[in-house]
């Protein structure tokens, strides 16, 4: 496996360094998991991620807001992470438009701006990337950024649900528990819950034992 890893960062360098920016990325990206590299070298994964970014190619883009993000591998800057997310959620990247609408929602990087975080989720939800279903849909139960509407909550938490997105399953059932934008089925609760459970979700653990304390 090694070996093979190996030798797919040597073609990756090859093309890498004739600034091809798919390989740059990917070269970035055996580096920040230290695949083929000995060990992880996330200083290296960001010059390349850099490079690729700096051509325009939107998931080097994401890569490098999401590590000006969370500040591995270089000094933690929110608007430089705001900045890139954006260029790559401008070309459709879905993942990028999340993180570009959770900045809006959270006011990191970028002004608070609710409405703008709600149009971000949108176009990334419509893509079925289940973290920004799930975020649309808390957006329109709570009503954040938008008009309150709990079936239209329910809609984007099903979407999420159905994909394994434990805090989306939960959420869901949540509102088939209380009957909010959905008719009240104690019976679909439960087996919401008891999905999101299995995948450690303390909420929906709380939830189960509230609901069905005997079942198993």
């Given at each position: 496996?090694?070996?093979?890893?190996?030798?797919?960062?040597?073609?990756?360098?090859?093309?890498?360094?004739?600034?091809?920016?798919?390989?740059?990325?990917?070269?970035?990206?055996?580096?920040?998991?230290?695949?083929?590299?000995?060990?992880?070298?996330i200083?290296?994964a960001?010059?390349?991620?850099?490079?690729?970014?700096?051509?325009?190619?939107?998931?080097?883009?994401?890569?490098?807001?999401?590590?000006?993000?969370?500040?591995?591998?270089?000094?933690?800057?929110?608007?430089?992470?705001?900045?890139?997310?954006?260029?790559?959620?401008?070309?459709?990247?879905?993942?990028?438009?999340?993180?570009?609408?959770?900045?809006?929602?959270?006011?990191?990087?970028?002004?608070?701006?609710?409405?703008?975080?709600?149009?971000?989720?949108?176009?990334?939800?419509?893509?079925?990337?289940?973290?920004?279903?799930?975020?649309?849909?808390?957006?329109?139960?709570k009503?954040?950024?938008?008009?309150?509407?709990?079936?239209?909550?329910?809609?984007?938490?099903?979407?999420?649900?159905?994909?394994?997105?434990?805090?989306?399953?939960?959420?869901?059932?949540?509102?088939?528990?209380?009957?909010?934008?959905?008719?009240?089925?104690?019976?679909?609760?439960?087996?919401?819950?008891?999905q999101?459970?299995?995948?450690?979700?303390?909420?929906?653990?709380?939830?189960?034992?509230?609901?069905?304390?005997?079942?198993?």
């Amino acid at each position: 496996r090694d070996g093979k890893h190996s030798q797919a960062l040597e073609q990756w360098r090859s093309a890498a360094n004739a600034r091809y920016p798919p390989a740059q990325w990917a070269l970035g990206r055996l580096y920040e998991e230290g695949q083929g590299t000995h060990q992880a070298n996330i200083t290296e994964a960001i010059s390349w991620y850099r490079k690729a970014a700096e051509q325009g190619y939107a998931p080097a883009q994401g890569n490098l807001g999401h590590v000006y993000a969370t500040g591995r591998g270089v000094g933690k800057d929110e608007a430089e992470a705001a900045k890139w997310f954006r260029q790559a959620a401008e070309q459709g990247n879905a993942q990028a438009q999340g993180n570009l609408g959770i900045m809006y929602a959270t006011g990191r990087g970028v002004g608070k701006d609710e409405g703008e975080a709600v149009k971000w989720f949108q176009q990334a939800a419509q893509q079925r990337y289940a973290p920004a279903q799930f975020n649309l849909g808390y957006m329109y139960e709570k009503g954040r950024g938008v008009s309150k509407d709990d079936p239209e909550a329910v809609k984007w938490y099903r979407k999420a649900a159905e994909q394994g997105y434990a805090s989306a399953q939960t959420n869901l059932g949540a509102m088939y528990a209380t009957g909010r934008g959905v008719a009240k089925d104690e019976a679909e609760a439960v087996k919401w819950f008891r999905q999101a459970a299995e995948q450690g979700n303390v909420n929906a653990v709380t939830a189960l034992r509230k609901l069905a304390p005997i079942s198993n």
